[in-house]
């Protein structure tokens, strides 16, 4: 935690956990996704489900879902954004289990370069004071905070993926800062986060994806600190689509 | 880092927080800046605040910091009411979904601000005298994090007025020249007077008590900044008292951590608020 992110952020109110927070983790969701979402649903758990409308917990969610940061003076206006963009929202609640009283889960949904339907699924944390911890995504239980470049790729579970994937970032010359992975079963379907300190090339990223046992790759900017003038996002999200 | 190791440094405490953030040359100017650029958001959310009257949300708060701006001085303490009418500043536009500073979450921001700043004026200080302290703040806040989780869900308000007053007291002593150790102490000291408040938010808006609640515990930790100046100190040491406030958090019920479930929130007029938000 850096010593801005303690007085800090620079953020629209009420709430730095149930707002900055919730807005985070959209825009984590956002960036997963890749594509431009049509259709957006969120299930609320524990306190984020008690009080999601008092703190702005729903107007946040939407925003990050539309690419906001949590400064952004729309967030206010943030359902009245989402009519204009297209962008179809609904809530829940649900106890999503033994997680952070403030928990999520986001799916989104729309159509890629090719109108093909796509989706994704994350569930993370708002710990506090903005602070963010994603724990699943697409039924991977991996992790990662925003708080770093991420790169996000999906794998076939085969000897040397994880050492391939890591080569290349080492010639990139970028530092790994965590790693995390999960398969849904011995030698099928896996997910690998790898929290790096600036972000791999597009040309680095772009070999990985041409690999026959890499299905999917994003490069998900460091959205602790991204705000609302657009600078940090733009240049971070090297957009990978296959 | 602990907070005996930051009490035990020579010198102003901003200095070890500092060192110990293992910054090159160029990292230490950029967060610099970025604290310049915090207490400038600061500065204009007060601004703000201080003429407005534009109701919350809920209509529950909005003109507590400029009705008191603007009240006469009714106890001939024109530092009191600056504290207080500047904290208020900041999370009335907070809970206008204005923009403002987490210091540390959006519910307390306006505590350290109000303290700092508030001091700062009331003695017509340069802003390059806040600025040390308010790295301070960020650094006890940031081992405070270390040992709980800054939010009222999982540690009562406790966790998150009780953080910010520790950090604004610290902030407040070294601005007005206490070392390390007075520094630390008062931190400590604020953090101890504050445990056990629950989070007990009407309607589970970040309205009541947050608004005033700022303003008493910006006064709390101008308080204890003076305590510690006159060479009080904390019997039980810091980092326990941070132990024995995540110990009392663990202890609270879901109903006293940012449910909107207990507390004032479950008095029938706070039932019957929610109620008609809900609507």
């Given at each position: 935690m850096s010593l801005l992110d303690v007085i800090g952020p620079?953020?629209?109110?009420?709430?730095?956990?149930?707002t900055a927070g919730a807005c985070r983790l959209a825009l984590l969701a956002r960036h997963a996704f890749g594509y431009e979402p049509s259709r957006a649903r969120f299930v609320l758990h524990g306190s984020f489900a008690k009080t999601a409308r008092g703190h702005g917990t729903d107007l946040a969610l939407v925003a990050g879902a539309l690419?906001?940061?949590?400064?952004?003076?729309r967030i206010p206006m943030a359902f009245a954004e989402a009519e204009r963009a297209g962008l179809a929202v609904s809530f829940e609640t649900a106890d999503?289990?033994?997680?952070?009283?403030?928990s999520v889960r986001i799916e989104v949904h729309g159509p890629d370069a090719a109108g093909a339907e796509r989706t994704l699924t994350l569930q993370g944390s708002?710990?506090?004071?903005g602070i963010v911890r994603v724990f699943e995504l697409d039924g991977f239980r991996i992790e990662f905070s925003g708080a770093a470049p991420t790169l996000l790729v999906r794998h076939?579970?085969?000897?040397?993926v994880i050492a391939r994937v890591t080569r290349v970032i080492a010639d990139d010359e970028v530092n790994v800062a965590a790693l995390y992975c999960a398969r849904k079963r011995r030698g099928g379907e896996a997910m690998m986060a790898v929290e790096c300190d600036r972000a791999i090339t597009p040309v680095a990223a772009a070999y990985l994806l041409h690999l026959?046992?890499?299905?999917w790759l994003r490069q998900v900017p460091?959205?602790?600190?991204?705000?609302?003038?657009g600078s940090h996002i733009a240049s971070a999200t090297a957009e990978v689509v296959p | 880092m602990t907070l005996a190791d930051l009490a035990a440094a020579?010198?102003?405490a901003s200095a070890a927080v500092l060192a110990d953030q293992g910054l090159s040359e160029g990292e230490r100017t950029a967060l610099l800046n970025g604290m310049r650029g915090r207490l400038g958001e600061m500065r204009d959310s007060i601004a703000r605040g201080l003429s407005s009257d534009a109701k919350s949300r809920t209509g529950m708060v909005g003109w507590n910091a400029k009705g008191l701006w603007d009240a006469p001085d009714a106890l001939s303490s024109p530092l009191l009411k600056r504290v207080q009418a500047y904290a208020m500043a900041v999370n009335e536009e907070n809970a206008r979904m204005g923009r403002i500073v987490a210091a540390p979450t959006a519910g307390s921001a306006g505590t350290v601000p109000g303290a700092l700043i508030g001091v700062g004026d009331h003695l017509d200080l340069d802003d390059d005298a806040l600025l040390l302290p308010l790295v301070l703040a960020a650094g006890i806040g940031e081992v405070i994090s270390k040992t709980m989780f800054i939010a009222g869900s999982t540690g009562g308000c406790q966790a998150e007025i009780g953080s910010s007053a520790a950090m604004a007291a610290a902030a407040v002593t070294e601005m007005l020249g206490g070392d390390a150790e007075a520094s630390v102490h008062a931190a400590a000291m604020a953090l101890m007077n504050t445990i056990g408040l629950v989070c007990d938010p009407v309607g589970g808006y970040v309205e009541v008590p947050c608004v005033s609640r700022n303003a008493f515990f910006a006064v709390h930790a101008v308080s204890s900044a003076q305590l510690a100046l006159a060479g009080l100190r904390s019997v039980i040491p810091p980092d326990e008292v941070v132990q024995a406030m995540a110990s009392v958090g663990r202890m609270l019920p879901p109903e006293l951590r940012?449910?909107?479930?207990?507390?004032?929130?479950?008095?029938p007029t706070g039932r019957r608020i929610a109620l008609e938000m809900a609507r």
């Open positions: 620079v953020m629209v109110g009420p709430s730095s956990s149930h690419g906001a940061a949590p400064d952004d003076a999503l289990g033994d997680v952070h009283p403030n708002s710990l506090g004071g076939v579970d085969t000897p040397g026959s046992a890499i299905t460091a959205v602790m600190s991204a705000s609302s003038d | 020579r010198g102003p940012e449910t909107g479930e207990g507390g004032i929130a479950d008095t």
